[in-house]
């Protein structure tokens, strides 16, 4: 028989490995009681902050709080006493909920928690009390110093900072400080912890800060208004801005720098949540808050922010080759002792510049295709099943609005071993356009915090590898064939759409038959500024058509429906990630070919996503401060 799900929750230790110090097993009646204490022991641990965390504690819907919920309910309690084996429930004040994340793969769907119980809180529910090791409490108490780190300068006097006087600190004549060129995640967190450094910091960012920002946005949804220098790329926050604010990531949850820049994120505004949740986002209406409260805290420790000025390119020194500032678009030239370059993934003339500059670059690969959209309730239905599709009641019931992942290599054919797969997958979410010129076309998908639409979007993208790029790219300029091949895919995607930012589609079924879809048989848009039937599996070369086609196929088996005909496909999401990294050293974290360039997070090639750029800017910050020491 198959161990029921209780049997195989897991409590493991933190920082050694689970099932370590195991005796040697005996025979007989004492033997099995030994093995079974041990195996008791190997599902228990100490974590960081001297408690037994918990794992793959489960409770289903129908007894649970709700997705909005991460207290130590009495279910919770009762699911964790019967993985302890405790004569009653531990008390709900020694126990605390560390992570919780909606399981659809349960009948009815569920939660399932990490929690962590208290060494009192087990005594008292009638189990043994362990020791707390002193290390373990360590692990605790260096990522919280880490987390405060950046809060230490909320304690600092205000007047510190504006007793050096605006004019003495940012005068132009002044290299005695370091610039930040773009203020999305990775700009945002080098200047935050540079700044609580005391250092002096200049911050560039060629859009508007969120609130007029929002505005150009809101003048492009309404009437078509395109601002090239203010837009869904463009401005503060960067792309992640207009999005889904997602602030998952695959370089560690609990490493010292997420923690930290979750932390910085809840004292500037988002929801405590967000330490807890086992799939965390923001949503574009709280990001909005977010940016404005950080960039006010920045303001009061002296950090000067320059919207609406653009980079033009980074300076050299005649004679150390070491970069000492940056030359704007309007011609002035501002001094620096270091720069922070997060430009971010689509600041394509800003990498023609570096090139230019004879800076090393290096073809970096990244994904494109389409997005696909479907009806939300249709996957709450596929997810959690007819019955339970209800509970999500547009982002306002217990179970969180129904999300996806998909992936699939392909085994044979012209496109053997090319993957596809699902990215930035959006419920309860709409198209935008991501435009920064009229002539080419791209998209995105985003969502607000409540993710209420009646629409899910996700990405639909293969890998672009140096070989398919590589024609497209003008002599000399062979590092930028990315550049090159995002740019002719877009502008054939505009003349697909027929100009005006309207947008070509396909129904799945119809890409998988290579005909153009009939436009009275279009399912509903969220994309706002209109949708066109077109020959989509005609925009990417036959290799990349081969691979999203089949794996259409593929998905539609695991999710019914997927590939059907309410299934719409827009076109095109090329702009997944930067399509060129500028080399850097690992230890320094310079650029490989200019001393005191330090190229940081997605547009430079070193990041993919929110929380992995912010956490190259800290890393970014620190190496600058440790080259100061």
């Known amino acids: 028989a198959m161990p029921t799900r209780a049997s195989r929750a897991l409590v493991v230790v933190v920082g050694a490995r689970a099932g370590g110090d195991r005796r040697r097993r005996g025979r007989g009646a004492g033997a099995a009681a030994a093995r079974k204490n041990q195996r008791?022991?190997?599902?228990?641990?100490?974590?960081?902050?001297?408690?037994?965390?918990?794992?793959?504690?489960?409770?289903?819907?129908?007894?649970?709080?709700?997705?909005?919920?991460?207290?130590?309910?009495?279910a919770v309690l009762a699911a964790v006493q019967k993985i302890l084996g405790t004569e009653r429930a531990p008390a709900a004040s020694g126990t605390r909920v560390r992570r919780k994340t909606c399981d659809a793969r349960t009948k009815p769907p569920g939660f399932s928690y990490v929690v962590d119980v208290s060494d009192e809180a087990i005594e008292g529910a009638g189990g043994t009390k362990r020791?707390?090791?002193?290390?373990?409490?360590?692990?605790?108490?260096?990522?919280?110093?880490?987390?405060?780190?950046?809060?230490?300068?909320?304690?600092?006097?205000?007047?510190?900072?504006?007793?050096?006087?605006?004019?003495?600190?940012?005068?132009d004549d002044d290299d005695d400080r370091v610039v930040v060129v773009g203020l999305g995640p990775a700009g945002l967190f080098a200047a935050l912890a540079l700044a609580e450094a005391g250092e002096r910091v200049t911050v560039f960012e060629r859009g508007q800060p969120v609130e007029s920002r929002g505005r150009d946005i809101g003048a492009l949804f309404a009437r078509r208004r395109l601002n090239e220098e203010s837009n869904l790329c463009y401005g503060e926050g960067g792309a992640g801005t207009w999005s889904d604010g997602k602030l998952t990531t695959r370089i560690g949850r609990n490493s010292e720098r997420v923690r930290a820049v979750l932390q910085a994120l809840v004292r500037f505004g988002a929801p405590d949540d967000i330490l807890v949740n086992g799939k965390p986002h923001l949503g574009t209406d709280r990001l909005v808050r977010i940016l404005r409260a950080a960039r006010l805290y920045l303001q009061t420790l002296g950090v000067e922010f320059r919207f609406g000025e653009r980079c033009a390119r980074v300076n050299r020194d005649s004679r150390s080759g070491e970069a000492n500032g940056v030359t704007l678009a309007d011609g002035d030239v501002v001094r620096a002792k270091a720069v922070v370059l997060a430009a971010g993934h689509s600041s394509r003339g800003l990498m023609e510049a570096l090139h230019d500059e004879d800076v090393?670059?290096?073809?970096?690969?990244?994904?494109?295709?389409f997005r696909i959209e479907h009806p939300q309730g249709m996957l709450d239905t596929i997810q959690y099943g007819a019955k339970y599709a209800g509970y999500v009641d547009n982002g306002k019931g217990p179970l969180p609005v129904a999300d996806y992942r998909v992936a699939n290599t392909v085994p044979h054919g012209i496109a053997a071993g090319r993957a596809c797969y699902s990215f930035c997958m959006c419920p309860g979410g709409q198209i935008v356009p991501t435009s920064t010129v009229s002539e080419e076309l791209c998209i995105n998908g985003m969502s607000f915090s409540k993710r209420a639409s009646k629409w899910a979007n996700s990405g639909l993208v293969s890998t672009i590898m140096e070989a398919d790029a590589a024609p497209y790219a003008d002599d000399g300029y062979e590092p930028l064939c990315g550049v090159a091949f995002q740019r002719h895919i877009e502008r054939e995607a505009a003349v697909m759409g027929g100009g005006d930012l309207?947008?070509?589609?396909?129904?799945?079924?119809d890409f998988l038959s290579e005909r153009v879809s009939d436009a009275a048989a279009l399912p509903s848009s969220s994309y706002r500024l209109g949708v066109t039937p077109a020959p989509l599996h005609q925009l990417y070369p036959p290799e990349v058509t081969a691979t999203i086609r089949e794996s259409l196929v593929r998905f539609d088996k695991q999710l019914p429906g997927f590939s059907g005909p309410r299934a719409l496909i827009h076109a095109p999401e090329a702009r997944t990630s930067s399509p060129v990294r500028i080399d850097r050293d690992k230890e320094t974290m310079c650029s490989v070919s200019m001393v005191g360039l330090y190229p940081t997070g997605e547009g430079a090639g070193y990041a993919g996503g929110i929380v992995s750029a912010a956490c190259d800017g800290l890393a970014a910050a620190e190496a600058i401060l440790r080259a100061r020491v």
């Open 40 to 74: 008791a022991r190997d599902r228990v641990a100490i974590d960081d902050a001297g408690a037994w965390r918990v794992y793959d504690v489960h409770v289903s819907v129908d007894d649970d709080l709700g997705k909005d919920s991460s207290e130590a309910s009495p």
């Open 131 to 171: 020791p707390i090791r002193e290390r373990a409490k360590k692990v605790e108490r260096c990522a919280r110093e880490a987390a405060s780190a950046l809060a230490a300068g909320a304690e600092r006097s205000a007047g510190e900072a504006t007793a050096r006087g605006a004019s003495d600190a940012f005068g």
């Open 360 to 369: 090393k670059l290096s073809y970096q690969s990244f994904a494109a295709g």
């Open 502 to 509: 309207v947008v070509p589609v396909q129904i799945a079924e």
